[in-house]
């Protein structure tokens, strides 16, 4: 299939370099990043691959990005919001391209990009379909409707959930959580409404299954993919550590139980 010349541009020795700094940077400000092992990685098929994300933080393009690194190797593409863009530079460099968000421009924008890296089989799309920051428990959950147009002027491909939320457990710093819902398969005659609302209910279904792992806080139903910072730091870890020391026991900066 011939590729749009609309394709976000994307420097390849960039992005990973930003990669290389996103994962030191968010292990410093995180206790763990982790994957709910009952919505772990999918393996994806060949085609156009849409992941569809619930927008909590400021930290989602960074957190999406090493979850979505998990399952695949392809280059990455998202829209952004345009004054963030502005504010942000850097992300034009990655795959990121400008929307107005709310006008009919920035609808036809975010179609003709979006369209280009579906149909690169080498690119994967991801789109934050709310919109805004939303906290991730407000229900019901509800898309941009241009993410139903894009599935149904691609016809063809896997449309992915992935929930995120970041609560704070046992350590100073907070978790990263994830969940990766099961895997849609588009297919062509099928309305841009309905594609929303098929988006919509999968996209509630990986949130509330995330939300119940978070707060059972049972670190076992999750993968760990990257073991952050923990401890109280301070004076008071340097006395946590001389006593270990008196006692001859293993210095744990863990306040919980696991790490």
Same mark, same amino acid.
């Given at each position: 299939?011939? &590729?749009?010349?609309?394709?976000?541009?994307?420097?390849?020795?960039?992005?990973?370099?930003?990669?290389?700094?996103?994962?030191?940077?968010?292990?410093? !400000?995180?206790?763990?990043?982790?994957?709910?092992?009952?919505?772990?990685?999918?393996?994806?098929?060949?085609?156009?691959?849409?992941?569809?994300?619930?927008?909590?933080?400021?930290?989602?393009?960074?957190?999406?990005?090493?979850?979505?690194?998990?399952?695949?190797?392809?280059?990455?593409?998202?829209?952004?919001?345009?004054?963030?863009?502005?504010?942000?530079?850097?992300?034009?460099?990655?795959?990121?391209?400008?929307?107005?968000?709310?006008?009919?421009?920035?609808?036809?924008? +975010?179609?003709?990009?979006?369209?280009?890296?579906?149909?690169?089989?080498?690119?994967?799309?991801?789109?934050?379909?709310?919109?805004?920051? &939303?906290?991730?428990?407000?229900?019901?959950?509800?898309?941009?409707?241009?993410?139903? !147009?894009?599935?149904?002027? &691609?016809?063809?491909?896997?449309?992915?959930?992935?929930?995120?939320?970041?609560?704070?457990?046992?350590?100073?710093?907070?978790?990263?959580?994830? !969940? +990766?819902?099961?895997?849609?398969?588009?297919?062509?005659?099928?309305?841009?409404?309905?594609?929303?609302?098929? &988006?919509?209910?999968?996209?509630?279904?990986?949130?509330?299954?995330?939300?119940?792992?978070?707060?059972?806080?049972?670190?076992?139903?999750?993968?760990?993919?990257?073991?952050?910072?923990?401890?109280?730091?301070?004076?008071?870890?340097?006395?946590?550590?001389?006593?270990?020391?008196?006692?001859?026991?293993?210095?744990?900066?863990?306040?919980?139980?696991?790490?």
């Amino acid at each position: 299939m011939e &590729i749009d010349s609309t394709l976000p541009y994307r420097s390849r020795w960039l992005f990973r370099w930003f990669s290389w700094y996103a994962w030191r940077y968010v292990r410093r !400000h995180f206790h763990a990043v982790r994957i709910c092992r009952d919505g772990s990685p999918p393996v994806i098929p060949d085609g156009p691959l849409l992941i569809v994300v619930n927008h909590p933080s400021w930290w989602d393009p960074l957190i999406v990005l090493m979850m979505v690194q998990r399952i695949t190797a392809r280059a990455l593409f998202a829209p952004m919001d345009a004054d963030a863009l502005m504010r942000y530079r850097l992300f034009a460099r990655l795959g990121m391209f400008s929307i107005q968000r709310g006008t009919l421009a920035g609808t036809r924008q +975010f179609l003709r990009c979006g369209k280009a890296a579906l149909e690169s089989p080498q690119s994967a799309l991801i789109v934050s379909a709310q919109g805004h920051f &939303i906290d991730p428990r407000v229900r019901p959950t509800r898309l941009m409707p241009g993410v139903g !147009h894009l599935a149904a002027r &691609i016809g063809r491909g896997t449309i992915l959930p992935l929930a995120i939320e970041y609560p704070f457990w046992s350590e100073r710093f907070p978790e990263a959580l994830g !969940h +990766f819902g099961s895997p849609i398969n588009l297919s062509p005659g099928v309305r841009a409404d309905e594609w929303t609302t098929r &988006i919509e209910k999968a996209l509630t279904l990986a949130q509330d299954q995330l939300a119940a792992h978070a707060k059972d806080r049972n670190t076992s139903a999750f993968e760990m993919i990257i073991a952050g910072s923990a401890g109280v730091g301070g004076i008071y870890d340097r006395w946590r550590r001389i006593r270990s020391a008196m006692t001859n026991r293993k210095f744990r900066y863990e306040h919980g139980d696991e790490s």
